[in-house]
Structure formats: C-alpha cells, structure tokens
C-alpha cells in the first residue's frame, strides 16, 4: 500500500498560482502512476492531471491545460500540481491519487482506476 498526503491548498486570489504537493509513504513510489482529481461545492469528482511512472508522458483537462503543470520527484516519493492563473472556478478540494503499474508510458483519468488517495487540499480562489 502507499499513504498519500496532500498540502499546499490555501486562499489565493484570481490571476495568482499555488503549488500543491502530495507526498508519498509505502511502496516504491516510482511503481506508481499519479494524478490529481478535483471537487467543487455540489459537484462530483473531476480529473484534473496525470502523470505516468517516468514523467513522460502527462495528461490533463482541457479546462486547466496551458495553466496547471503535473511533476514528479520520484527521489522525493513526492508529486506537484502547479496552478497558475487560477480563477473562482478552480476552487475545490484537489484530491491526488495512485495506481500501481507496470508500463512506464500511460497514464489513468478515471477515478476508479486509481487505488489510492490522500486526504484531499482545499483550493480557494477569489475574484
């Protein structure tokens, strides 16, 4: 198994970027695919990004493409979203996940077809 523990939620204005990180404890993190998930007040569970064991390949929403960056410190067990030009619409609580694979280039954007999650980090973005 691997525990996963998100941080570096907060307020941020719109325009502004956060970086979150979800550290990993367990396994060998570098077995595992990763991504981010988010929810808003009132909806359900989105996909946001993914990222595949090697970093080489990454995945995301159309809603956050050319603004969020996935990455993977795999000496750190650790992953990052990058948020930058948040908007009120990013506000949610943003959830990582994982998945053990054995291919090095894939990556997952449903959520149950992740085995893992962590806690979750509350995003707030005001206008």
């Known amino acids: 198994q691997v525990q996963l523990v998100e941080s570096g939620g907060g307020l941020v204005q719109a325009g502004g970027s956060l970086r979150l990180s979800c550290a990993a404890a367990g396994r060998t993190f570098s077995t595992y695919e990763l991504g981010w998930f988010r929810q808003a007040p009132g909806k359900e569970r989105e996909f946001v990004a993914a990222i595949s064991r090697n970093s080489g390949i990454t995945y995301y929403a159309d809603s956050v493409k050319g603004r969020f960056t996935i990455s993977r410190d795999n000496a750190k067990n650790t992953v990052y979203l990058q948020l930058n030009s948040l908007n009120p619409e990013d506000t949610a609580v943003y959830y990582c996940?994982?998945?053990?694979?054995?291919?090095?280039?894939?990556?997952?954007?449903?959520?149950?077809?992740?085995?893992?999650w962590g806690q979750g980090t509350q995003v707030t973005v005001s206008s």
């Open positions: 996940a994982a998945v053990e694979r054995s291919f090095y280039y894939s990556v997952r954007t449903k959520e149950n077809e992740y085995d893992y």
